[in-house]
């Protein structure tokens, strides 16, 4: 049995403790207090993953076995989850792959052979044939992409788009043409965060601008509270609406899959552990580590980290309707990530590691490392936040000013052009969101290039909208100045500077709180 | 005799002043400088037409300082006659009646000295009322000079005293103040530069440069054509604001400049090798405020296909042309003004726009090193305009 998650105040016996900052970790000494909550250790693997998978396709949630759904003749989709999960990616074989050669095998089985193999990405870049290859494996690589079987989902293909409908509260529901009309949608999916699968996985995945716009966006992104807990989010609630009327239009078969908590590979191992538990080997392997990444030129540590593959144990695999499925899921995830924590406090401090979902071999922009720390890390809760309102968040990150031309081409105007004008994203949301979403510029570099949509950079920032409501001061802690600032945040050179620089909001001893991720938790705010 | 400045013939001077061009300081506190101070004789004309002028304030064009630091094409030396006292940008006083105008008239000019001016048959330009193209501007009563200000004659604004013809005089309102007045000459030039642009309707327009040709340009083009979008190319931090008080929509730094109108235009944007970035599509009509080789580079490689590229204040030579072949741009000139309605315009202007404190710097003539040294950083000083003030000069 694995150990619940963990909360530890800050004595004097305490050693410094590992904070990620970008392609690199600090180890810092807190102030005696600091209470810091670690994620629970990892949940064992299953030790046959093959079997669960086929247990899971023949014994499904609220369905009929897969087996039975299948028949000469008819037409078979599969849509799987794209390369912004898992993160850091996983070791080979990729889970996807596993679950798709049993699916495959089974239609084969049942003499289906018009069979498509979508890559869900929504509005991200388009997955390369090596990302492709990885997640899927050789050979169904090889057997579908040639003939054109196995593609990217394009968003801004209207030959290849259907209007499904329109919801109760007016939303449009308008996804891939193929799915649409297939007779089984067969989606795949890797839960590593609550915040994903369910009703997300379809209408969000396969959808296009017009249907992804009635929930992404700065209204509903700032009431939803939080992200990782879809009965509270308003983002959920509308993709929810959506689901449900699709469910009436397409057969969809959901396959959810949860993982542990094995991010780092030897010889990272250490970082899943606790500091103080550390051996003399983990010691030496750390301050090696550091040090070798302290003289590595910015290249190299950058291709070292996009080189890291994460040997997750599979925790579990569930079928069959997608809301039986994710009931399951969630109770997963939550009971590796949720760690409960008694109360608010005035200071949020959290580790910006190298890597968000958008950012898989390119550089981590001033935006996304917004987005992953003020989105995704300060959204890592369930009931409240971890800071209460009007409290302080410092993060680490060295957020260099810094863009990928090839990935995130409107990231770079977003920047230099939006932000200098205003960063309320409310006002972004009116005055530039629709000039962005429909440049044919951008749109030609999603659809051909390896681009996010030209919309990207502003659902990034609503991300962290509800964040820049809830909270008082925002202090990075070794950030480029112009970067941040640019932002409207303000940044400090070492932790004692950021304290002092929040004391106008929070006092001289506020309290103060460390969330240690990656990997992955989840604070259930009592 | 009057206090001049006065600005000689001297090739090695002229070599010399190139050689160090932009160092200004050296160049006008050094023995290189091609222009001094002197007292001089008034100039005199008898011809018809003609009158005494006694200038008030005049200001320091971008042309004369190109002039003084050589980096002006050798193509005018044969439009010039030396020495010559300079100045063009004149609202001056005048000594004797002109005409239909008493003495003791507030006056501006329109410098070019064209047909009526020089005594001679019409030509074609001016027959047709445009005087900015005449082309008879080296004969007749005055030696040769395209403009009053580069004519060994007329004498210029820089000067105690200067002769004028009635066809360069415009009478200037009682209400508007000298500081104002003296830049009813380069509005002038502006209306002009607006007219030469045939913006289309709620076209959008980029202006190269955010010195006094590209504030007053962008001015004109907001309060005279149908522009939408007018988007200002600006170093400096005052020049930002201005831009926007003059109608600018956005105000985009150099380096800003391939991307941003690429953003606002919708454009697709290609980057070759060795070579700058270049758009297809773009902005409707570009507008080079500058004349630098990048300045006109960069406006004509984000002008769409079919648009127009104007060439306001004078230009330099080596850039790329492809774009003008490859785009079928029509790449157009804005030389001085045409005939009397721009200035009609530009009076209008004057009284009416937010032009306060657009005179940033006002020097006596004996302070020269000064006032050039100012104007020559302009804007990184945040000065839009320096003048000479020739009542303390007398
Ligand atoms: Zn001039
Ligand atoms: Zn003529």
Redesign the interface.
Same mark, same amino acid.
């Given at each position: 049995m694995s150990r619940p998650g963990f909360v530890l105040e800050v004595d004097d016996r305490t050693p410094p403790l590992v904070v990620h900052d970008g392609e690199g970790f600090r180890l810092e000494k807190f102030p005696l207090g600091t209470r810091v909550v670690y994620s629970p250790e990892s949940q064992p693997g299953l030790r046959d993953v093959d079997a669960a998978i086929r247990h899971a396709l023949e014994q499904p949630e609220n369905s009929e076995p897969l087996r039975a759904l299948l028949r000469p003749g008819m037409r078979l989709t599969i849509a799987f989850d794209d390369v912004s999960l898992p993160l850091p990616p996983m070791k080979r074989p990729d889970i996807r792959q596993r679950v798709v050669e049993q699916v495959l095998t089974m239609a084969a089985e049942a003499g289906v052979d018009d069979v498509e193999i979508i890559a869900a990405l929504a509005l991200h870049r388009r997955m390369k044939p090596s990302e492709l290859q990885h997640a899927l494996g050789e050979r169904v690589y090889r057997s579908f992409a040639p003939d054109g079987l196995l593609y990217n989902h394009d968003a801004e293909d209207p030959d290849n788009l259907e209007f499904i409908g329109t919801t109760d509260q007016g939303e449009e529901v308008e996804i891939n043409k193929r799915a649409a009309q297939s007779d089984l949608l067969v989606y795949v999916n890797i839960n590593i965060v609550p915040m994903d699968g369910g009703h997300k996985s379809v209408p969000i995945g396969l959808a296009s601008y017009r249907s992804l716009r009635h929930h992404h966006n700065s209204k509903t992104m700032v009431h939803s509270r939080s992200f990782m807990d879809h009965k509270k989010s308003a983002m959920h609630h509308s993709a929810w609406r959506m689901g449900r009327l699709l469910k009436d239009h397409l057969k969809i078969f959901t396959i959810e899959t949860t993982l542990n908590n094995d991010v780092f590979p030897a010889p990272y191992d250490f970082l899943n552990k606790r500091e103080w538990e550390w051996n003399v080997r983990d010691q030496a392997t750390m301050l090696a580590a550091k040090r070798g990444l302290a003289v590595a030129p910015s290249k190299l540590r950058r291709k070292i980290f996009q080189g890291i593959q994460a040997p997750y144990g599979i925790t579990g695999v569930h079928a069959g309707e997608t809301e039986a499925v994710h009931e399951k899921t969630l109770a997963k995830v939550y009971s590796q990530q949720a760690v409960e924590v008694q109360g608010q406090s005035d200071v949020l401090i959290m580790g910006v590691p190298y890597l968000c979902p958008y950012n898989v071999d390119a550089v981590m922009n001033p935006i996304l490392a917004t987005c992953m720390g003020l989105g995704y890390f300060f959204n890592s809760y369930r009931n409240k936040p971890v800071v209460r309102p009007g409290g302080a968040v410092i993060l680490y990150h060295p957020v260099p000013y810094e863009f990928s031309q090839l990935h995130h081409p409107s990231y770079v105007d977003f920047f230099e052009e939006v932000l200098a004008e205003s960063t309320d994203p409310a006002t972004i949301e009116q005055r530039f969101e629709k000039q962005y979403a429909t440049d044919p510029w951008y749109i030609h570099l999603y659809r051909t290039s390896y681009a996010y949509h030209g919309v990207h950079p502003f659902y990034m920032w609503y991300w962290a909208a509800h964040a820049m409501d809830h909270v008082g001061d925002v202090v990075w802690v070794g950030a480029d100045r112009r970067a941040v600032e640019r932002m409207g945040f303000r940044s400090a050179s070492t932790l004692a500077d950021a304290l002092e620089m929040v004391s106008g909001t929070v006092g001289r001893s506020p309290s103060i709180t460390y969330t240690h991720n990656p990997p992955h938790l989840i604070s259930d705010v009592r | 005799m009057m206090l001049a400045l006065e600005m000689y013939r001297s090739l090695p001077r002229y070599i010399a002043a190139r050689a160090v061009g932009g160092r200004v300081p050296g160049i006008l506190t050094g023995p290189a400088a091609p222009v001094r101070l002197v007292n001089r004789a008034e100039p005199r004309t008898s011809a018809p037409g003609w009158a005494r002028v006694k200038p008030i304030l005049s200001g320091i064009c971008g042309s004369d300082l190109g002039a003084l630091f050589g980096q002006t094409s050798m193509y005018f030396s044969a439009l010039v006659s030396m020495p010559f006292v300079p100045g063009h940008e004149v609202v001056g006083e005048l000594v004797d009646d002109c005409e239909d105008l008493p003495a003791g008239t507030r006056v501006v000019l329109d410098p070019v000295l064209s047909c009526a001016a020089r005594g001679v048959e019409r030509c074609q330009s001016c027959a047709s009322g445009q005087t900015n193209r005449c082309d008879r501007i080296t004969v007749g009563h005055v030696s040769p000079g395209l403009q009053t200000g580069y004519c060994a004659d007329t004498g210029g604004g820089w000067g105690g005293q200067l002769m004028a013809h009635r066809s360069q005089l415009h009478a200037v309102p009682d209400g508007l103040s000298d500081e104002r007045a003296v830049l009813v000459e380069p509005l002038a030039c502006a209306v002009h530069t607006a007219m030469r642009a045939q913006v289309p309707d709620g076209g959008s327009v980029l202006v190269s440069g955010a010195g006094a040709v590209g504030l007053f340009a962008t001015l004109a083009l907001r309060e005279l054509t149908p522009a939408g979008r007018i988007s200002v190319v600006a170093k400096h931090p005052r020049q930002r604001e201005l831009a926007r008080a003059f109608g600018a929509t956005d105000v985009l730094a150099p380096d800003?400049v391939p991307? %941003?109108v +690429? +953003?606002a235009t919708?454009?697709? %944007?290609l980057t070759p090798e060795r070579s700058g970035e270049f758009l297809l599509g773009g902005v409707d009509v570009g507008i080079d405020a500058v004349g630098s080789k990048d300045s006109l580079g960069t406006t004509l490689r984000v002008t769409r296909a079919g648009g127009r590229v104007v060439l306001s204040g004078m230009p330099a030579a080596g850039a790329d042309l492809s774009p003008v072949w490859f785009r079928e741009l029509e790449v157009v000139g804005a030389y001085a003004t045409q005939g009397r309605e721009a200035f009609a315009r530009a009076l209008d202007l004057a009284a009416s726009a937010p032009l306060d404190g657009v005179v940033g710097g006002r020097y006596p003539l004996y302070r020269w090193r000064e006032a050039l040294d100012h104007a020559h950083s302009a804007g990184r000083l945040g000065t839009v305009k320096v003048a000479f003030d020739l009542r303390s000069s007398r």
């Open positions: - | 800003e991307a %941003r +690429r +953003r919708q454009a697709f %944007r």
